[in-house]
């Protein structure tokens, strides 16, 4: 494990309040008996200090749609962003939320997705997705890949170019939207303009240096959460050679015929090594890939230390690579 001198000074407060909220989800999580009990009390942890700003609600225009899932009975929700002022076709980023796929909501970051949306003058959709183990692989991606296709098939009711559709998605978000950029390069799909992965959540082995690294009470998802996310997708799968491509990216053979990529990950989190290994085989099969890997920090340090200055670098760095490629 890495010693707290490691850490970016600016992250100091982050670094001791992210790894007393860890101890205690940790220490819920070992008094339960079984890897399903413990997946639920995980679940039941990040629902309880985690929950959406209710003003937010209230305060941000949207959209919201429902549209139906392909496989199955149900719908899938939308929430749609837009400039201000729109009076033409625009690019559009379809975004994926965090949540080590058995957490998270579009509820709950309405305010970050309208401030993209004017910063960036593009229409923003976000995709609520379900989520396991009630709904283990191939639900979730199943949902997120229906949303892409939805808004690619509609983009014309919808004031939406399609000829410039990116995928944007933090942590299990990334892991996913790296996902259906490979479903929608196999099965002849959309076309995608490029994908911004933050901190993605690619592979379900953790055998990586980092993943091994990152335990314990660490500021933020370490690796005994990272295991029971992936057991809550993949069930008794997870490790094996069973699992595809389309559930965990970094099983894929070959990383080629994707588009421009963007991959940002935290120099002390458990995803550091697959991320980096994830851009090294798209860059070897000619995907052009920006990585930033930033030294001192953690999993979302982001929302932690918004202040601080690897924070503002960060999104400056996000923010400008994906204006540049919706120019395109």
């Not at 639920?40 to 225009?61: M, S």
């Not at 709904?135 to 014309?156: Q, R």
């Not at 390069?185 to 082995?205: C, H, N, V, W």
């Not at 340090?301 to 923010?319: C, E, F, L």
């Amino acid at each position: 494990m890495y010693n707290d001198e490691y850490f970016d000074p600016e992250l100091r407060k982050a670094v001791e309040d992210g790894r007393k909220n860890t101890k205690r989800i940790l220490d819920l999580i070992d008094n339960c008996k079984d890897m399903n009990s413990k997946v639920l009390c995980l679940k039941n942890a990040l629902l309880a200090y985690g929950r959406p700003d209710e003003n937010i609600k209230q305060t941000v225009l949207h959209e919201q749609i429902m549209i139906p899932q392909s496989n199955g009975n149900g719908f899938i929700r939308l929430l749609i962003y837009r400039p201000q002022l729109q009076h033409h076709l625009l690019p559009c980023i379809y975004h994926i939320h965090s949540g080590g796929m058995i957490s998270g909501n579009i509820d709950s970051e309405m305010e970050e997705l309208s401030k993209l949306s004017n910063t960036l003058e593009a229409i923003v959709v976000d995709v609520d997705y379900r989520l396991a183990p009630e709904h283990p692989y191939p639900a979730g991606m199943e949902d997120c890949y229906d949303g892409l296709k939805w808004i690619w098939d509609h983009g014309k009711s919808l004031q939406i170019d399609t000829s410039r559709i990116g995928l944007m998605g933090e942590s299990a978000g990334g892991g996913l939207a790296a996902s259906i950029a490979i479903k929608s390069r196999d099965s002849g799909g959309p076309k995608i303009l490029f994908q911004a992965l933050i901190a993605p959540m690619l592979d379900d082995r953790n055998i990586t240096s980092s993943s091994r690294l990152c335990s314990g009470a660490w500021p933020s998802w370490p690796r005994e959460m990272n295991l029971l996310g992936w057991y809550a997708l993949l069930g008794d799968m997870v490790g094996t050679s069973n699992v595809s491509q389309y559930a965990a990216p970094s099983r894929a053979n070959y990383l080629g015929n994707l588009p421009p990529s963007y991959i940002e990950v935290g120099g002390m989190e458990v995803f550091r090594d697959e991320d980096i290994d994830y851009a090294s085989k798209m860059m070897a099969n000619n995907v052009p890939v920006e990585l930033h890997v930033y030294p001192g920090t953690f999993h979302s340090w982001h929302s932690q230390a918004p202040d601080a200055g690897v924070t503002k670098r960060a999104i400056y760095n996000r923010i400008e690579w994906i204006r540049n490629h919706l120019r395109s």
